[in-house]
């Protein structure tokens, strides 16, 4: 699929906000894959339709999530984890997508999953570091990924989770196994 034609599609389902995130994603992904090796049409495709699901009513990701036996714990957690497997799924039923590499980046951007690939790391990374992300520990992580991305990983993990301890939120079981699959390594 053509670039174009993804971000026609992507448009569609986002916020003009959001859209102007997703190409921050798409510009970023590209240039960490050249950086460290990935495809970087892959990085492409996959950082387009990274959000592919967010602005779907949570009844419908739910359905989802339920009819497509995905894991059920994301039930339990917050709502904001949903759009990462859902939109693998829509993403694939809708756009025609059927690349696995691809899916599987747009499905763990959001929680991480141990073992990622260099692909998923890439994606990951480049939602969390785009230049138009403004917060508390980004730079660390931008500078980071300019060295090592499983540094960059590390960080932006360990922001993540202190992040959701400080809000009293439960952290996703899989984002803490893909935090300590990197420090274990």
Do not use: C
């Amino acid at each position: 699929m053509k670039r174009e034609e993804a971000l026609f599609l992507v448009k569609k389902q986002l916020t003009e906000h959001r859209y102007q995130h997703t190409l921050g994603v798409m510009e970023t992904a590209v240039h960490l894959a050249k950086v460290y090796g990935a495809d970087a049409a892959k990085a492409e495709l996959a950082a387009i339709f990274h959000d592919y699901a967010k602005f779907r009513p949570k009844e419908e990701m739910k359905q989802v999530i339920l009819t497509q036996n995905m894991s059920k714990d994301l039930l339990i957690h917050h709502s904001e984890l949903w759009h990462a497997p859902v939109g693998a799924y829509l993403v694939q039923l809708e756009a025609g997508v059927s690349d696995e590499e691809v899916l599987d980046a747009i499905r763990y951007h959001t929680s991480g999953r141990p073992g990622m690939t260099l692909l998923e790391k890439v994606i990951y990374v480049a939602d969390y570091i785009e230049p138009n992300r403004q917060f508390p520990g980004v730079e660390q992580v931008r500078e980071l990924a300019e060295k090592s991305l499983d540094q960059a990983m590390v960080k932006a993990l360990q922001n993540t989770i202190i992040f959701l301890m400080k809000k009293n939120q439960a952290v996703y079981p899989v984002t803490i196994e893909t935090y300590n699959s990197l420090v274990l390594n």
